[in-house]
């Protein structure tokens, strides 16, 4: 019986000792959850008017603080237009990863595609693959400065004069609203005698009897993030019997 008790009393001790193993090992686990709490970000972007053509790089940052030199941060951060969901993803400028204090993040955009109106930029940051930080969202504008132009017009006989043109870039004129101005020859003054509207390819196209010979203009309508464009004003004048634009003759 005292050999019995021996026993039991080793057993409880091994058992004791195994419990306590663990224990001490979670301790660096919990030093880890602690450091990444202390992880914060933040995002500042100001509002951007977009380039009238091809391509450039739309700019924000996003300042980082508590991070451990010796982990390697995975940053995730995009901008998306509020009103069509389209993002497009942001990437750290400077290589090296993210760093403690302000980091300058770059997004590739052409104004083809890259849509002016209201915009939303987030960002967070992951630790082996384990969200860690989240920034909160900050919203900002992107406004744009269309160009419209008059390609070409004509009217035969007694038909009306048709005339059309084009709006830039399409993807934001698109549904716009384009006013047609004439002045006829020895009047005063510009007279809004059309509208048209701007379809998907940019193009816009009037057909009205109340331009003559004299001189046209078109001008888009401004909105909340797009500006008015006016076109350079367009001479018509008579040729064999038709009555077509003849030349530019200002802006």
């Not at 069509?84 to 955009?109: C, F, M």
């Not at 406004?143 to 006989?157: A, D, L």
């Not at 909340?224 to 008579?238: D, E, G, H, N, R």
């Not at 077509?244 to 802006?251: F, H, L, N, Q």
């Amino acid at each position: 019986m005292v050999m019995g008790l021996a026993r039991r009393r080793l057993t409880a001790i091994l058992t004791g000792a195994a419990l306590f193993l663990p224990v001490a090992a979670a301790a660096p686990a919990a030093a880890d959850d602690a450091q990444a709490s202390s992880v914060a970000i933040s995002i500042k972007v100001s509002d951007k008017v977009k380039e009238k053509s091809g391509c450039w790089y739309l700019v924000w940052n996003v300042t980082a603080s508590g991070l451990n030199s010796s982990d390697y941060y995975s940053l995730g951060t995009k901008v998306t237009n509020t009103k069509t969901n389209k993002s497009v993803t942001g990437y750290l400028a400077v290589s090296g990863g993210l760093k403690n204090g302000e980091n300058r993040v770059r997004a590739y955009v052409c104004a083809s595609s890259f849509k002016a109106g209201p915009y939303k930029a987030v960002a967070t940051v992951k630790v082996s693959g384990k969200r860690i930080a989240t920034a909160t969202g900050k919203t900002f504008k992107v406004t744009g400065k269309p160009t419209v132009g008059i390609t070409n017009g004509y009217s035969y006989g007694n038909d009306p004069f048709y005339m059309y043109g084009y709006a830039d870039p399409s993807v934001d004129t698109v549904g716009s609203t384009v006013k047609v101005y004439f002045k006829k020859n020895g009047a005063s003054k510009f007279t809004q005698v059309a509208t048209a509207k701007v379809q998907a390819s940019g193009k816009y196209e009037v057909t009205t009897s109340k331009i003559t010979l004299g001189v046209v203009y078109v001008q888009t309508v401004k909105t909340t993030y797009l500006s008015a464009a006016t076109s350079p004003k367009v001479k018509i004048v008579q040729q064999s019997g038709s009555v077509s634009p003849a030349a530019v003759i200002g802006g």
